[in-house]
């Protein structure tokens, strides 16, 4: 499982209120990923880490902020919280490889965090 | 940025067929391109990927097929049994990006015995 912990694993919060999802990693990977998942629209890419402090945005950021402050931890803020966040979040990291033809940059998931926001 | 189409959207199949899941995506540099397996309630989890100079590629039952110039890759899965039922997603990391995926919408294959 690549040593990837998310937390919390559910979570139900009101409209309006701040949340925020933890992604821990153990093994030194560089490159760490924020996606929500919901029915029909497959995996979308919140926002993504290239190292410490170095952040850029996905498909899907608005109203999403990210921190990474550690290699091992990647921080997914909801400032304020809307139905529509209502979402399966998974966390991923990669790194860079030698593979038989060539780099590879093989991504794996984390558990996933379920929030409801009512 | 990439498009990745995926088809079908859900399947079904039986036991013991083949099933064909194909993705379409729109950079011509991208050069990546791997598979996941979501079974329900769990992560999705990497089954198999390809490489941009690579057409074809096998793990047992399963195997993927690209082809550069039509910009589509294929995931073929023979001898399906019952535990093969989950969703497929087709993933696509595009020539300008060493670390993004850009995924397709799923495939739910269901096998029957």
């Known amino acids: 499982d690549a040593g990837i912990t998310q937390s919390p694993r559910h979570k139900v919060t009101e409209t309006g209120t701040p949340v925020t999802l933890r992604c821990h990693q153990t093994e030194n990977h560089r490159y760490m990923y924020w996606y929500r998942q919901d029915p029909g629209h497959g995996l979308r890419l919140i926002h993504y880490?290239?190292?410490?402090?170095?952040?850029d945005k996905g498909e899907v950021s608005d109203g999403y902020s990210v921190s990474r402050s550690k290699t091992e931890d990647f921080l997914l803020t909801l400032e304020s919280a809307t139905s529509s966040q209502t979402s399966v979040y998974f966390c991923?990291?990669?790194?860079?490889?030698?593979?038989?033809?060539?780099?590879?940059?093989?991504?794996?998931f984390g558990p996933g965090t379920r929030l409801t926001v009512t | 940025g990439e498009n990745v189409e995926q088809h079908p959207s859900t399947l079904s199949v039986q036991e013991g067929d083949s099933a064909v899941i194909k993705c379409t995506y729109s950079d011509s540099a991208s050069n990546y391109f791997p598979w996941y397996k979501q079974e329900l309630g769990k992560r999705p989890q990497l089954i198999i990927d390809?490489?941009?100079?690579?057409g074809e590629k096998k793990d047992q039952r399963i195997a993927v097929t690209l082809n550069k110039t039509a910009k589509h890759f294929s995931l073929h899965i023979t001898e399906t049994q019952p535990e093969d039922s989950a969703v497929y997603f087709c993933a696509v990391r595009s020539g300008g990006s060493n670390y993004k995926l850009t995924f397709g919408k799923g495939t739910l294959l269901t096998v029957n015995p």
């Open positions: 880490s290239y190292g410490v402090k170095d952040t």
């Open positions: 390809i490489r941009s100079n690579v």
């Open positions: 991923a990291i990669s790194d860079m490889r030698w593979g038989t033809s060539g780099i590879v940059y093989e991504q794996y």
